[in-house]
């Protein structure tokens, strides 16, 4: 936490000489979850707002839903006064904070792709101990059958983990999306995701892009998220020697990403790309036949 | 030493001016060598929460659903070939094996894989409750 650790350091310059109960320990540990207090919390933009609405909702919402309505922000100007408005559809950026569903999908993305290479052998793939060391009776000893017995010091193990292991599984597909509409959602609700109209910066450098992040108190860490494959040179350089700004292309979004990334940023094509694929599943048929097979009427 | 002590405990309930002189609570182990020795705290491990790894993992998982359809996230696994998008236990994995890369598997690893192969049918199948 940078802003934390700033006030640390100027908190012990000034009390090195006097050694007073304002000290901070220099082991401090602090939770790695606390919000930042100056970050601003900037109301959802009122009914009579003078700025446009740059953007409404393709699809039909619900009767008794109302689209949520966000600032429309931009990347080129360091000063933080939005360009705009936006409409989202409730069914994507407003359902319910299903944790439980948060929980199972970032479950199965982290142990669908594990493969755990442990591997053991067994007293028969253990080289030699084919011989009966001593005679079972008359010497003395413990009666034994081989040296490479799990009883043995170099034999093998009983019941250790055998060869390469796969934790491969699918969740339903209807579950994985509801997952990626409740992070979206609760990234909305928490204030953490951010619409900005392209991703032109005026230059590649990644200081810049730190520097607006802290003047507008967006957070630690930021994901943008854009469609289409090529994007400005300029942003792709300056997220190209940071750390914890990262940029991905709209078919790469996912809840474990969202989880990780304090902050999101996603343009106005990215919304009506995610809206478009997420909405489709509410009021699709059943698959007869995986979907990568041609259907008449799905591209 | 132990039981000693607690003989004494157990004499002490008789004569209750005897419990106050007996403060029989060990709480350390009195055992001979104490193999782990430190001489201060160790050090957290530091980790780097930000590698190029940790922070793109779990991108293009969703590649199917956000994607057209086009590819499968079972594409993305890395794995040997007869583990990719395969669950199953040891006698599965061994047979998929087998099955798949057999042929083209050293002699020595062959004839353990079958010797496993034929001792797991066997206890799976003819020991135990379940067959």
């Not at chain 1, 601003?40 to 700025?51: F, G, K, Q, V, Y």
Request: a positive charge.
């Amino acid at each position: 936490d940078f802003k934390i650790s700033a006030n640390i350091v100027s908190l012990s310059k000034f009390a090195s000489s006097f050694p007073g109960e304002s000290a901070l320990p220099p082991n401090l540990l602090l939770p790695t979850n606390l919000v930042d207090p100056a970050r601003l919390r900037r109301p959802p933009p009122p009914a009579d707002c003078s700025l446009p609405l740059l953007r409404k909702c393709d699809a039909v919402v619900p009767a008794h839903l109302s689209p949520v309505q966000t600032w429309v922000e931009t990347l080129a100007r360091l000063d933080g006064e939005p360009l705009g408005l936006a409409q989202l559809h409730p069914d994507v950026f407003a359902v319910h904070p299903r944790l439980d569903i948060l929980h199972e999908v970032e479950t199965w993305q982290r142990n669908y792709k594990r493969i755990s290479h442990a591997s053991t052998k067994i007293r028969s793939e253990v080289r030699g101990g084919g011989r009966k060391p001593w005679k079972q009776k008359g010497s003395g000893r413990a009666r034994h059958g081989s040296i490479r017995s799990p009883l043995w010091k170099g034999g093998g193990v009983a019941n250790g983990p055998r060869g390469p292991t796969s934790y491969f599984y699918m969740l339903p597909m209807k579950v994985r999306v509801q997952g990626l509409k409740v992070a979206l959602s609760s990234k909305m609700a928490q204030q953490y995701l951010h619409i900005v109209d392209s991703l032109n910066i005026p230059s590649p450098d990644p200081q810049y892009l730190l520097d607006l992040i802290r003047h507008k108190h967006w957070g630690e860490s930021l994901l943008i998220v854009d469609v289409g494959e090529e994007f400005p040179e300029n942003i792709l350089q300056a997220t190209a020697s940071l750390k914890t700004v990262n940029i991905i292309p709209a078919i790469g979004l996912n809840v474990h990403s969202m989880l990780k990334h304090e902050a999101v940023v996603l343009t106005l094509e990215t919304i009506k790309f995610l809206e478009d694929k997420l909405l489709w599943h509410d009021q699709r048929y059943t698959p007869l036949y995986p979907f990568k097979l041609p259907y008449s009427d799905f591209p | 030493m132990a039981v000693l002590g607690g003989l004494l405990k157990a004499g002490a309930s008789f004569c209750q001016s005897a419990a106050t002189l007996l403060h029989t609570a060990r709480t350390i182990s009195t055992g001979t060598c104490c193999q782990i020795r430190m001489h201060a705290i160790p050090q957290l491990k530091k980790v780097d929460r930000w590698t190029e790894k940790r922070s793109m993992y779990g991108v293009y998982d969703n590649i199917g659903i956000l994607g057209d359809f086009k590819a499968h996230p079972k594409d993305l696994i890395v794995a040997p070939c007869w583990l990719k998008a395969f669950k199953g236990n040891e006698l599965q994995r061994l047979i998929r094996k087998k099955k798949m890369v057999g042929d083209r598997m050293m002699t020595l690893d062959k004839h353990n894989l079958e010797k496993r192969i034929r001792f797991l049918y066997r206890r799976f199948n003819r020991t135990g409750k379940h067959r």
